[in-house]
């Protein structure tokens, strides 16, 4: 990994966006804090700094500024947003409250087409722009490139050194040329290749991972899901059988769920799977227990327990591999004025269960989501494992509302996999983030041919979203909703009533428990 541009984050919810926009150009990024040292920077030799975005004004008395030695470090600098006011800020600029906020579209005027931030771009583009104060007075020795309604200075320009400013957030969607901004200051003006690729990141990764493991063994908790999955596939072409995959079947899995994942892991690629049934133990544990932060609760506490024997009778083994992605490990800074950067989601449980004595292989802590999907197609995994939604780790559990037993289990994995197929078939399935079945805790009267029926409601859930944090409801067409009720209720045994819910999040959440 010899190039890479390093981004300051001050903030911006965008920041993320901004370094796998930087990867999707096949070029490295790397997420630091805003306060990060120079000599710091300096040493990790980028060949581009981008200043990001951030919610705070450059002279709150509590404003997050960067190290000024960044700018001498005589590396390219793109400000974005905050980024440019922070420019103006330490090289002589001016910055003041905008009359009124500039928010969401604008159109952008190039009033220098030999910017090499807009190289073979036309010269009225669609911007998107979300910041309250702006600039009044261009920093010494920058010149205007390009102009909004609202902007004299929305982008701008220093006539020597190769310092640039956006006002504008070329990083997401509603800049539809946003992309070609950045692959611009990556490859024309930082100079970078494009030497980031997953292809290449498996020779990287196989070498780093056989220098840190030597002869060890190496034990990985397989959950079926992307992660692990990826982990576990990277981890076998790198130690062969030095790793011992753990797969716990909590008894909470999806239809034919165990059944993939021996097939595809045990036979296909050879690994070495060591298949737990604890499905008797969870539901034992289960019993009686119907408020969900105690189901959540056991089931954690009951998978440590069984995932702990199984390491044991796995053999000894020094390493403990875990799909830990890129974004769990950012450094997180908090930044005055915005309380967001703070909430992490609570579901990231990090770490060893006590008592566990191994040393960390984590493959993928430097790889987005996205990275992870292609490097698992590269390393041969089928699409249903690389493209699978997200299943929560308590499983049907969150989904099985009220006590649990093995018949209400039966019913929904049957409703479920119903949901599954039917949305596979219309080919929303890889579309949208998730769709899955629910079944309610009560009773209702419904009449099937000449018989009265008391039976169980399933609901339906659909729904769209970026990370987990928001969601809105999909709006499926009345078809795949009649084919989903019907087929639900003609075919699942208990099943007389299905409904689809209409709630977004917030105020609901995607799971129901
Ligand atoms: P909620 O229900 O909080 O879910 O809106 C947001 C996302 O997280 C998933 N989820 C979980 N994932 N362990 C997990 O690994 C959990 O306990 C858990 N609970 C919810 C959920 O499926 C959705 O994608």
């Not at 034919?256 to 049934?277: M, S, T």
Request: include cysteine; charge should be positive.
């Amino acid at each position: 990994m010899n190039e890479q541009i390093v981004i300051l984050d001050f903030g911006s919810q965008y920041t993320q966006v901004i370094a796998r926009r930087i990867r999707e150009c096949n070029v490295y990024s790397t997420i630091v804090p805003f306060n990060t040292p120079a000599k710091e920077i300096a040493a990790m030799s980028p060949q581009g700094i981008i200043l990001s975005g951030g919610p705070s004004s450059v002279y709150a008395t509590d404003a997050p500024l960067p190290d000024k030695d960044i700018f001498k470090l005589g590396v390219p600098v793109l400000g974005i947003c905050f980024g440019v006011q922070l420019l103006a800020h330490f090289l002589g600029g001016k910055v003041e409250k905008g009359p009124k906020r500039e928010y969401g579209k604008g159109t952008l005027r190039v009033l220098d087409p030999n910017c090499a931030l807009f190289d073979g771009l036309p010269n009225s583009l669609q911007v998107w722009n979300s910041h309250g104060d702006k600039l009044t007075r261009l920093p010494k020795n920058f010149t205007v490139v390009a102009t909004t309604e609202n902007s004299d200075y929305a982008a701008i320009e220093h006539s020597t050194k190769k310092f640039f400013g956006i006002q504008f957030h070329p990083e997401v969607v509603h800049t539809p040329r946003g992309k070609e901004i950045i692959a611009n200051y990556v490859h024309r003006i930082c100079g970078c290749g494009k030497g980031w690729t997953m292809r290449g990141y498996i020779e990287q990764a196989v070498e780093e991972i056989r220098a840190q493991v030597g002869k060890e063994r190496v034990i990985l908790g397989l959950s079926g899901g992307v992660d692990s999955s990826v982990a576990a596939a990277l981890l076998h072409k790198a130690i062969g059988d030095q790793l011992t995959c753990i797969f716990v079947n909590n008894g909470l899995l999806r239809a034919r769920e165990a059944e993939v994942v021996q097939e595809v892991f045990g036979r296909n690629f050879k690994i070495k799977l060591q298949y737990e049934d604890a499905t008797a133990l969870f539901l034992k544990k289960l019993k009686g227990v119907t408020d969900p932060e105690r189901k959540r609760k056991v089931i954690g506490k009951t998978f440590i327990d069984v995932f702990q024997a199984a390491t044991k009778r796995a053999g000894k083994a020094k390493f403990l591999a875990q799909g830990t992605l890129y974004p769990d490990v950012i450094e997180s800074v908090p930044i005055a004025g915005n309380p967001a950067a703070m909430i992490k989601s609570h579901h990231n449980v990090g770490g060893l269960p006590r008592g566990m004595k191994f040393k960390l292989v984590e493959p993928l802590r430097c790889l987005f989501k996205d990275e992870v999907r292609v490097l698992g197609l590269e390393l041969g995994l089928p699409k249903e494992i690389v493209w699978r939604q997200p299943f929560p780790g308590p499983g049907l559990a969150v989904r099985c509302l009220g006590e649990i037993t093995r018949d209400k289990l039966r019913i929904l994995r049957e409703s479920d996999a119903i949901v599954v197929e039917e949305m596979k078939h219309s080919g929303l399935y890889y579309k949208i983030w998730q769709s899955f079945a629910v079944l309610l805790p009560c009773r209702s009267v419904g009449v099937m041919g000449d018989e009265r029926t008391y039976d169980f409601t399933i609901a339906v859930r659909a729904v769209e979203s970026q990370d987990g944090m928001t969601a809105d409801w999909v709006k499926l067409p009345y078809d795949i909703l009649e084919k989903l009720a019907t087929r639900i209720i003609n075919e699942v045994k208990g099943v007389n009533r299905c409904v689809f819910d209409i709630t977004s999040k917030p105020p609901g959440t995607i799971e129901w428990e």
